[in-house]
C-alpha cells in the first residue's frame, strides 16, 4: 500500500496524478485501465480541492493499494472537509442534450460508470471514498 498527503488544492492535482501513474505503472497496468483511472482519481481530487473545505483548506490523503486476487486496484480518498457522499447524487439525465440538463454531477457519474465499485462513508470526522478497479 502506497499513500500521498498533501494540501487538497487544485495546484496538486499533477502531484496527485504521477503518484497514481507510478503506481499503476509498477503494477504492469494496461495504458487503457490508466486513462479511465487518470480521469477518476482527477474529478474526485479536483471535487475535493474545490469543495471540502469551503474558502479554508487542509490535506486530502490518497491510498493505492493493489490487490492479487483477484487483481484490482483500490484508491481511496481521505479528507477531513465537510460531509459529502458523492454517490448520493442522482445520476444526470445523459439522454438529454447539454443545455437541457442540470449543470453538474457528470464526473461523478463518469467514475461510477467506470469503476467496478465505490464505496462512501463518514468516520471518525472523516470523508472516506473508495474506488475498485479490477485489471
Same mark, same amino acid.
Given at each position: =500500500?502506497? #499513500?500521498?498527503? /498533501?494540501?487538497?488544492?487544485?495546484?496538486? /492535482?499533477?502531484?496527485?496524478?504521477?503518484?497514481?501513474?507510478?503506481?499503476?505503472? %509498477? =503494477?504492469?497496468?494496461? !495504458?487503457?485501465?490508466? !486513462?479511465?483511472?487518470?480521469?477518476?482519481?482527477? #474529478?474526485?481530487?479536483?471535487?475535493?480541492? %474545490?469543495?471540502?473545505?469551503? %474558502?479554508?483548506?487542509?490535506? $486530502?490523503?490518497?491510498?493505492?493499494?493493489?490487490?492479487?486476487?483477484?487483481?484490482?486496484?483500490?484508491?481511496?480518498?481521505?479528507?477531513?472537509?465537510?460531509?459529502?457522499?458523492?454517490?448520493?447524487? #442522482?445520476?444526470?439525465?445523459? %439522454?438529454?442534450? $447539454?443545455?437541457?440538463?442540470?449543470?453538474?454531477? /457528470?464526473?461523478?457519474? =463518469?467514475?461510477?460508470?467506470? =469503476?467496478?465499485? !465505490?464505496?462512501?462513508?463518514?468516520?471518525?470526522?472523516?470523508?472516506?471514498?473508495?474506488?475498485?478497479?479490477?485489471?
Amino acid at each position: =500500500m502506497k #499513500e500521498l498527503i /498533501l494540501e487538497a488544492k487544485t495546484d496538486n /492535482l499533477d502531484k496527485v496524478i504521477a503518484f497514481l501513474e507510478e503506481q499503476l505503472e %509498477s =503494477m504492469g497496468c494496461s !495504458m487503457k485501465l490508466q !486513462m479511465q483511472l487518470d480521469v477518476a482519481v482527477e #474529478e474526485i481530487f479536483v471535487n475535493i480541492a %474545490s469543495y471540502a473545505y469551503g %474558502s479554508g483548506t487542509g490535506d $486530502a490523503l490518497i491510498r493505492i493499494n493493489h490487490e492479487t486476487d483477484p487483481e484490482r486496484v483500490v484508491i481511496t480518498f481521505i479528507d477531513e472537509g465537510v460531509p459529502y457522499d458523492p454517490l448520493k447524487k #442522482e445520476d444526470p439525465d445523459v %439522454s438529454l442534450s $447539454a443545455e437541457e440538463r442540470e449543470i453538474g454531477g /457528470l464526473g461523478i457519474f =463518469m467514475v461510477k460508470k467506470t =469503476m467496478d465499485d !465505490m464505496s462512501y462513508e463518514w468516520l471518525d470526522g472523516k470523508n472516506i471514498l473508495t474506488l475498485t478497479k479490477n485489471f
